[in-house]
């Protein structure tokens, strides 16, 4: 166990000194400018940061000064340290990367109220001075000696940051004509408005005019240049988009105020709707915090008991669209309770039949393993804890999952409990259709959007659709 002591006003010499080295991390910053509330853009804004006069991120000044306190507080005088003054002189910038020595040397000492002054300096790593300055704090007189308290572990997340890489990722890219179906609550109007307006989609409108443009109303959008094919109601637009769909006039879909079923069902129709030989399934975008990339879990909205066959669908589709965004193979963990082949746990013996299926080429693209519980698929120290060897084992991009409820209660408890954004798209018809939650907010609805965007233009790349 380390302890913290400190140095009484009788033990304390002229000249003693104590010292730490600290080098300066982004996330330092971004810390110290949450505590303190200061987002002078010198310091968390880079773009503006290479224009100014230190031509980089700097550290707060008093991120220094914190420091400075850090010795006085810890190690010279130490705990029972009572602050009295600081003045402190800005000599040199503190750059990200830069190991600041802080030392603090004492300069006088006062008897009466046990006053004593430091000299206070901090330089960097080539020497150079960055603060100078002195303290007056009254030195403790009881000898103090306490068990260093571990801090807690700190994980930063910016909320949105890659669904906003995402939508910039498809900014370069031209826009795809979509059917946004029954888009008639300002939510999927905005969603829909807005991608237009990044130059993400060309929007057609389908549904009730009059609905649609009351809600453009309310809420301040101007419809002006933007196509409405008027239907009477929900079910009619959706039909309407479909035929839109089949007659290649729109080459996506985008759900509005409608269920599910209402636009799956035409979507599904044998001989009128959008359907191919591959297994509709959706697939949920996840900006997990503490998880270093997105995750992908799937299906956890469409298919409810999926077969083997099914399932073969539902892994092919989450490699298609992650391969698309850019993840050159993309590692598939096959959940289920168990990391063994249990043949009373059928999702096991699916897991292990898939990852044949893919050793003989009926899966393509992904690298498989499975059975894994979720713990081993997004876990290193958890895989390594129970000697599990995989190169996707703690570093999944895609979690397979064995049935809907599954996927639904571990997409909703990232989603609710681990903060995770989320967006969703649905791939096997003959066009992507973005399909949202009420629940969904507008970067939610960017991302789906761009997502969807990006696998037109893989596609016809390589040469056509699913």
Known sequence: MQFIENRTFDELQIGDFAEIKRTLKAEDIELFAIMSGDVNPAHVDAEYASSDMFHKVIAHGMWGGALISTV?????????TIYLDQSLSFRGAVGVGDTVTVRVTVAEKTEKHHHVTLDCLCTNQNGDEVIKGQALVIAPTTKVRRPRVTLPEVHLHEPGARFNAL??????LPPVRTGVVHPC???SLEGALEAHARGMIIPVLVGPEAKIRAVAAEAGRDLTGIEIVDTPHSHAAAETAVTLA???KVDMLMKGKLHTDELLTPILHKETGLRTERRMTHIFALDVPNYPKPLFISDAAINIFPNLQA????VQNAIDLAIALGIEVPKVALLSAVETVTSSIPSTL???ALCKMADRG???GGLLDGPLAFDNAVSLSAAKAKGIQSEVAGQSDILIVPDLEAGNMVAKQLIYLAGADAAGIVLGARIPIVLTSRADGVMSRLASTAMAQI???HKTTIGGLT
Do not use: F, M, N, S
């Open 72 to 80: 006085l507080g810890t190690e010279l005088p130490g705990p029972g």
């Open 167 to 172: 939508v910039k990722a498809a900014a370069d």
């Open 185 to 187: 609550d300002a939510l």
């Open 246 to 248: 089949r007659a290649g």
């Open 311 to 314: 399932k073969r669908d539902i």
């Open 350 to 352: 699916e897991a292990a």
């Open 362 to 364: 009926q899966i393509t």
């Open 455 to 457: 696998y037109v233009h």
